[in-house]
């Protein structure tokens, strides 16, 4: 019987929820959805031909594995997303650059340009930086007895100016 393997994971990059590598996650969910609405619409105009969809859905599933490795703190995972959205960059270039020859048509949309340029770009960035500059883990008190101590929820305070007599709000 193997003895369990520790857990790999770099406590560097282990982000606190909500930090930039749930936005990362974020992004890349909404880049795979967008990618999966068009190859429905491809499959479409295509007559159903399967052989459409696959490289969509393999981008698909690579891309949600590297996304959940990069939230669990997978130092590899940034680099891995960053080099998969230097691939779609240059995919997008590629596209753009062979549109300019007469035989072939580049038509950019809105959603084209989002999910080929602006999101590619952003997600790149935030690896990079991620990378570069990991965030820190957040402080949590402990407490006596080596547990964490949690701050409890007082009543709400009331912000603004105090109301003069006979004001109702």
């Known amino acids: ?41 491809e499959l479409l105009f295509m007559g159903g031909n399967p052989l459409y969809a696959l490289a969509p859905v393999t981008k698909a599933a690579v891309t949600l594995v590297f996304a959940a490795l990069l939230v669990r703190g997978r130092r590899g995972a940034l680099v891995a997303v960053a080099a998969l959205q230097l691939l779609t960059l240059t995919g997008f270039a590629l596209s753009a650059l062979a549109g300019a020859l007469p035989q072939l048509d580049f038509t950019p949309t809105l959603t084209g340009l989002i999910t080929g340029l602006v999101l590619p770009v952003a997600v790149t960035m935030t690896c990079v930086r991620l990378l570069i500059e990991p965030e820190p883990e957040p402080a949590v008190p402990v407490g006596p007895a080596g547990a964490a101590v949690l701050p409890l929820a007082g009543p709400p305070a009331i912000a603004g100016p105090a109301t003069a007599p006979g004001v109702v709000r």
């Not at 749930?22 to 880049?31: A, S, T």
Request: proline share 5%; charged share 20%; hydrophobic share 50%.
């Open 1 to 41: 019987m193997r003895a369990p393997q520790p857990d790999r994971v770099d406590e560097t990059v282990r982000a606190a929820r909500g930090g930039r590598a749930d936005v990362v996650y974020v992004l890349l969910l909404v880049q795979v959805g967008a990618g999966l609405l068009a190859m429905l619409g």
